[in-house]
């Protein structure tokens, strides 16, 4: 049996993973999402003893099960080898009270590595699976960390172009330079006058252009995506769930059958839908709790049913998590409405012609999975600062708002279930807030505070910061939002 994607706005708009991989988004502007479960039996009791490898191959051949077994390894291989600096390649890390779920020790240091290292992998071999030898170009609008991961996984990838947008004040100066040097002959940077919502937008709406698509496909070139509206970025965060609880099992901490929870600082949804289908296909679990930064439509929307965007855009110390328009959860939303691509359509219609919808699931059971919180700026440092003196360890922002959540959570509830948060990013991709939250001294300079954070923390400097400062800056071009398509067709010469 082969799974079937279909995209969330259209009903005869089905597709295999492979194909779902390679064009990214459907043209109709929705998202290609399983209309059915695979069939996988996750045996615990053997998980336990296996490796993150072993884990990928049982839950990437269950979602992209139009992948042959060869096919499979070769990607998985490729993808989580010494480019992780631990063998693990996600640490479980037993803290006070809570579980971290370590997803930044890949090359870029946040946890789009977990997926963007297995992407290039995927879509090429869905090129060649689809018999397609047009060249892709990766379209990518970025938050801070998605660019960088996705550049370190494309660069110089025969048969690829990548282009990426990212709001040009609202990254980390550690996060800009990261894209700014980045090297290989295919990859182009470009700094938006405006903030991620205005690059994601754009990029959709060019996905979505056909005459620029007749045009790319007339010099033999085509689109896909490296967001996480892509099911090849999607089906690979799986992974870390099964294979977290898994790791618990092996450590005593919980037997098997016992439900945790799962917190996740969340900006665009995609890494706590991963955890849902997590859920979906055996993984027991209690809550999957919503953390945001003060940008919290989604916990408003987790309250009271109604998404409503209209509110203004903050510029938090968590920017991966400053989005007011999360792109997947259309896919929740689908699936609350019992999979219906016209209802689903009607909403996010809604969305772009009043700023806001409210939903009337038709299967509540799944709403009751999630719980929802948000941390102010002054909780985030706070929470960095009551971790640090508990355990001696320094949490990046982005995880820390996690955390924060995770600790008012579970005083209002009183649930006592283990907990696992997703620590999305190392602390050295935003060392100053880091320290400063620590210290409660700015050092004033990113590098400088690279240096304090190591003093403080004992923890390595990674390769991805080693360096940074002094390496020479490729990409400078800054772009108005309305010119990003020009930017694009310059680059692609059409
Ligand atoms: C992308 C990112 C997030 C948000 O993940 P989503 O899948 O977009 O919800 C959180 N933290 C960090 C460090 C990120 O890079």
Redesign the pocket.
């Known amino acids: 049996m082969t799974l079937v994607y279909q995209s969330t706005r259209d009903t005869n708009n089905k597709v295999t993973a492979s194909q779902a991989i390679l064009q990214g988004l459907a043209t109709d502007g929705g998202l290609f999402t399983p209309i059915s479960l695979p069939e996988v039996n996750l045996d615990f009791n053997q998980l336990k003893d296996a490796s993150y490898q072993e884990v990928a191959k049982i839950v990437l051949s269950a979602f992209l099960d139009d992948f042959t077994e060869e096919e499979l390894d070769y990607c998985i291989t490729n993808a989580y080898d010494s480019k992780f600096d631990t063998p693990a390649i996600a640490s479980l890390v037993d803290l006070t009270g809570q579980y971290n779920l370590e997803l930044f020790h890949g090359s870029t240091i946040?946890?789009?590595d977990m997926a963007l290292s297995i992407l290039p992998y995927l879509m090429t071999t869905s090129a060649k699976k689809q018999g397609v030898d047009n060249k892709i170009v990766i379209l990518t609008a970025t938050?801070?960390?998605?660019g960088k991961a996705a550049m370190a996984g494309f660069a110089d990838v025969p048969g690829t172009e990548i282009i990426v947008f990212y709001p040009k004040d609202g990254v980390s100066k550690i996060q800009e330079l990261q894209m700014t040097t980045q090297t290989g002959a295919n990859t182009h940077v470009i700094a938006i006058d405006g903030n991620f919502d205005d690059a994601q937008t754009n990029v959709k709406a060019m996905f979505n252009d056909e005459a620029l698509r007749v045009k790319l496909l007339a010099q033999k070139t085509q689109f896909s995506s490296a967001n996480?509206m892509n099911i090849g970025r999607l089906v690979p965060q799986v992974v870390y769930y099964v294979y977290a609880y898994a790791q618990l099992i092996k450590s005593g901490a919980i037997q098997n059958g016992d439900q945790v929870n799962f917190t996740?600082?969340?900006?665009?949804?995609?890494?706590?839908l991963a955890a849902y289908y997590a859920s979906q296909i055996g993984v027991p679990v209690g809550k999957l709790i919503c953390a945001s930064n003060e940008n919290n439509v989604l916990t408003d929307f987790f309250n009271t049913g109604v998404y409503d965007k209209k509110r203004e855009f903050k510029v938090t110390t968590?920017p991966?998590?400053d989005?007011l328009v999360?792109s997947?959860l259309e896919r929740l939303i689908f699936h609350l409405l019992g999979n219906d691509a016209e209802a689903t359509k009607s909403l996010m219609e809604a969305l772009v012609e009043t700023g806001e919808y409210k939903l009337q699931a038709v299967r509540p059971e799944i709403l009751e999975l999630f719980d929802a919180g948000y941390a102010t700026e002054e909780e985030t440092a706070a929470e960095i600062n009551r971790v640090y003196k508990a355990d001696n360890y320094i949490e990046?922002p982005?995880t820390a708002v996690a955390s924060a959540v995770y600790t008012a959570y579970k005083a209002k509830t009183g649930d006592q279930r283990p907990t696992v948060i997703a620590s999305?990013?190392s602390p050295y991709?935003f060392p100053r807030v880091a320290v400063e939250a620590v210290t409660g001294k700015d050092s004033g300079d990113d590098f400088k505070a690279v240096q304090e954070l190591h003093d403080l923390s004992g923890v390595a400097i990674p390769k991805a910061v080693d360096g940074l400062e002094t390496a020479e800056v490729r990409h400078k071009t800054v772009v108005a939002v309305a010119q990003m398509q020009d930017a694009v067709e310059k680059y692609l010469g059409v």
């Open positions: 946040a946890f789009k938050s801070g960390d998605t996480s996740v600082p969340t900006g665009n949804f995609g890494n706590i968590s991966s998590m989005i999360s997947n990046d982005h999305t990013a991709k």
